[in-house]
């Protein structure tokens, strides 16, 4: 694996689950294997558990880490080519970056939208730049557009579910659901969440949100889409409830109808499923308290789980990577 931007750097997804699963009992394995090797984790907004689980994952592979918040330790940062730089951005990423790619065996970036040019957004400048300019494998922890280590990291989980199951003898059947938001949150998550599912294939994958609420459809085709969210919730496995703004007329809310809020009531219309939401997650607005709090959420064990997804994803870029001299030569 070269880069991890989406599940397009993926040869197969269940081998790379099968190593997440392997290093949650096993999580010492390789721990040599990222010896003498850097990993620069660049934050450019905020968050909690991608970088401790990331953090956690790289030092349990030897890595040395260090992480960089982009704006507030370092010069706010240029993206656009061409720019006359007389603004509030310092420095520019065609400088930045291979620098960073010298000092770094992998740079691992988290980005978020704008949520006001949707073309600026859906062109994902600050990963792509970076991948670009850098010279070294680039890791998503999040861009403008995708999640890849949360999909990955819900998939691992879902598998974990489905093995412990009556499910492993039939095909599953995930809903994803649009819930309500105080704000205008980004695709990511959901954009990310159906691409995964839809890669793995190997369940029935529906997506329910209110109307005009449509994802970019490269995303969304191979799932089932509809606007009745009590049809879509009918006897399935799993429920993974993410809020997004509108794609079409681009980062809005139209609505904000609490009657989409996954209750205890909607989910008795399932297979008694699993609830599943990438956290943080509005108590009360999103979900229930007494879905959350019950035996139906997973939300803790996926949350956990990214350790594990993230462990897989660098080990199998670090096998890719050229060792670090131990000395230098003079001439």
């Not at 939208?113 to 070294?136: H, M, Q, W």
């Not at 280590?149 to 998939?155: A, H, K, M, P, V």
């Not at 659901?177 to 695709?187: D, E, S, V």
């Not at 890669?199 to 994958?205: H, I, M, P």
Request: charged residues 25%.
């Amino acid at each position: 694996m070269k880069n991890f931007i989406s599940v397009n750097d993926v040869s197969s997804i269940n081998t790379l689950v099968s190593k997440a699963l392997y290093y949650k009992e096993n999580p010492f394995a390789d721990k040599s294997l990222g010896l003498n090797k850097r990993i620069g984790m660049l934050f450019l907004n905020p968050s909690m558990r991608t970088r401790l689980s990331t953090q956690i994952a790289a030092e349990q592979l030897g890595m040395n880490v260090i992480v960089f918040n982009v704006g507030k330790e370092g010069w706010n940062m240029e993206f656009e080519d061409g720019a006359i730089m007389s603004g509030n951005t310092s420095e520019h990423v065609k400088d930045a970056a291979p620098i960073l790619g010298k000092y770094f065996d992998i740079i691992a970036i988290r980005s978020f939208p704008n949520l006001t040019n949707k073309e600026e957004d859906y062109n994902e400048e600050v990963i792509e730049s970076f991948k670009k300019y850098a010279g070294v494998p680039i890791v998503s922890l999040e861009s403008a557009t995708l999640h890849p280590l949360q999909s990955l990291t819900d998939i691992m989980t879902i598998q974990e579910e489905i093995k412990k199951s009556e499910i492993k003898n039939r095909k599953s059947k995930i809903v994803l659901t649009w819930a309500p938001h105080i704000k205008p949150l980004p695709q990511c998550v959901a954009n990310s969440f159906a691409q995964w599912v839809n890669a793995w294939g190997e369940a029935d994958f529906i997506i329910t949100h209110p109307e005009d609420y449509e994802l970019d459809e490269k995303y969304t085709t191979g799932a089932t889409i509809t606007t009745n969210q009590d049809e879509a919730l009918k006897d399935a496995d799993f429920v993974y409830v993410k809020n997004w703004s509108t794609y079409k007329d681009y980062g809005r809310i139209y609505t904000n109808d609490p009657s989409w809020m996954l209750t205890e009531k909607k989910l008795m219309l399932t297979n008694h499923a699993k609830v599943m939401h990438c956290l943080p997650v509005r108590r009360n607005v999103e979900l229930s308290d007494e879905v959350l709090d019950s035996a139906n959420s997973i939300v803790t064990q996926e949350a956990a789980n990214r350790i594990w997804a993230a462990q897989a994803v660098l080990s199998e870029i670090l096998k890719g990577c050229s060792p670090r001299p131990l000395k230098g030569s003079y001439s």
